[in-house]
């Protein structure tokens, strides 16, 4: 067998063009890890953005209709679990990476910077992080807005019944009176009188309203709440 004498010049050669290519793969690889960095960072700075916008340019032909939502409809969700629709900008829990990604993708496929977030969560997730389910939405103009991002966890299955009686004053006085009568149930007969009749039930039965409803009314002022309608969109703490 022959073997053909190895030219040293030809394997510098090789060397050097392999080199070049490996070279020119770290710097595309560099220049995507900055350009996603780049991105990244100005997707974060919007998420924390003050500026009012009410619209984007998106290409309607690509979004998915099951992710258009109305503010009406969104809304009355808010005002039927007590939660609450603000700019991303309130928002202090954490955006997942998942959200960002998304982010980019519509971005990409939309070719504009999406502007003007918002955020629909209990209101304690404007104040401190949990684990309750965020809703991540961008606008699309005429009050309807495009569903990006939902993360967490569910909400629990009896918030709307827990939210139920701040929804308005006829609800929260109907609550009071139900409870004021289920107590005045509790009370012991003959405990203030030997003799048990119905005028003794409604009076223990009033005492028991104004006690609870007093405080009621003093958690309500004490803790600046507010019924659902008033603060669903409200950023003030004390709404």
Known sequence: MIFKNTDIEHKLYLQRKKSAKEHQLLEEV????ASNFTQE???NTELHSKNKIVVNNFNFDLLETEYIYHL???????INYRLRFLDSSYFKGKIPEQAITKIK???ADHDIDIKGYKVMAPSKLFK???RDDPLLFAPIGNNYFYLIHKWGNDLHPFRKMLAWPFKNII?????VVLISYLVSLMVPNGLFSKNNSTAEFWIIFFFMFKAIASIVIFYGFAL???????IWNSKYFNA
């Open 30 to 33: 560099q220049h995507i890890l």
């Open 224 to 230: 600046g709440k507010n019924f659902n309608p008033a």
């Open 105 to 107: 993708t519509l971005e």
């Open 41 to 43: 960072a100005k997707i």
């Open 128 to 130: 401190l992080e949990d």
């Open 72 to 78: 009406d409809q969104i809304k009355e969700i808010c």
């Open 171 to 175: 609800n929260l006085t109907f609550l």
